[in-house]
T-cell receptor, first 114, second 115 residues
Framework: GNSVTQMEGPVTLSEEAFLTINCTYTATGYPSLFWYVQYPGEGLQLLLKATKADDKGSNKGFEATYRKETTSFHLEKGSVQVSDSAVYFCALSDRNTGRRALTFGSGTRLQVQP | NAGVTQTPKFQVLKTGQSMTLQCAQDMNHEYMSWYRQDPGMGLRLIHYSVGAGITDQGEVPNGYNVSRSTTEDFPLRLLSAAPSQTSVYFC??????????????FGEGSRLTVL
């Protein structure tokens, strides 16, 4: 079956530091890949996505590249801000399944200190 | 700009009690779903619906019932609550065409504690 593995958190960084959150996946077929973000007290929001190999998703300074050869979709940001403190979820959608559901990783909490 | 609205936001139940978590969306989305979020386990799909009158089971359906009588509403029922159902529950929706591209819209969550 499908699965998503994320690095465990929390990840604690100082403002303006470089961020990497690792994500690898196992899936049948050719999934689409996503990063969702959950700010404190809120629901999840789509941050970025990539639908095929070598695609790069980007939004709000965050980037992730769909690497089929390493089955990875690592999230990066060059300079984090305190407002980026949140929980980040990597997820995949397998177009071949009838459930039309996403498979989520366990989430990585990011804490950015001023 | 209501989007996906969940009620209640917090609930405490005793073992064996029943309750319904409400979910409503005002975006005319065909697809609606319920997930539960547990520490260290990410989100897991409970039930989903691709339109009014159509529901199906997800990954962890046991102990939960759903129905979809209208496009807007998708309530989740716990008939006899158990401590293992202590969790944060999220409702999510999308247009059918967006579902396979992962663009789900989430509610703010309902935190349930079963004693």
């Amino acid at each position: 079956g499908n699965s998503v593995t994320q690095m465990e958190g929390p990840v604690t960084l100082s403002e303006e530091a470089f961020l990497t959150i690792n994500c690898t996946y196992t899936a049948t077929g050719y999934p689409s890949l996503f990063w969702y973000v959950q700010y404190p007290g809120e629901g999840l929001q789509l941050l970025l996505k990539a639908t095929k190999a070598d695609d790069k998703g980007s939004n709000k300074g965050f980037e992730a590249t769909y690497r089929k050869e390493t089955t990875s979709f690592h999230l990066e940001k060059g300079s984090v801000q305190v407002s980026d403190s949140a929980v980040y979820f990597c997820a995949l959608s397998d177009r071949n399944t009838g459930r039309r559901a996403l498979t989520f990783g366990s989430g990585t909490r990011l804490q950015v200190q001023p | 700009n209501a989007g996906v609205t969940q009620t209640p936001k917090f609930q405490v139940l005793k073992t064996g009690q029943s309750m319904t978590l409400q979910c409503a969306q005002d975006m005319n989305h065909e697809y609606m779903s319920w997930y539960r979020q547990d520490p260290g386990m990410g989100l897991r799909l409970i039930h989903y619906s691709v339109g009014a009158g159509i529901t199906d089971q997800g990954e962890v359906p046991n102990g939960y019932n759903v129905s979809r009588s209208t496009t807007e509403d998708f309530p989740l029922r716990l008939l006899s609550a158990a401590p293992s159902q202590t969790s944060v529950y999220f409702c999510a929706s999308s247009h059918s065409g967006q579902t396979n591209t992962g663009e789900l819209f989430f509610g703010e969550g309902s935190r349930l504690t079963v004693l």
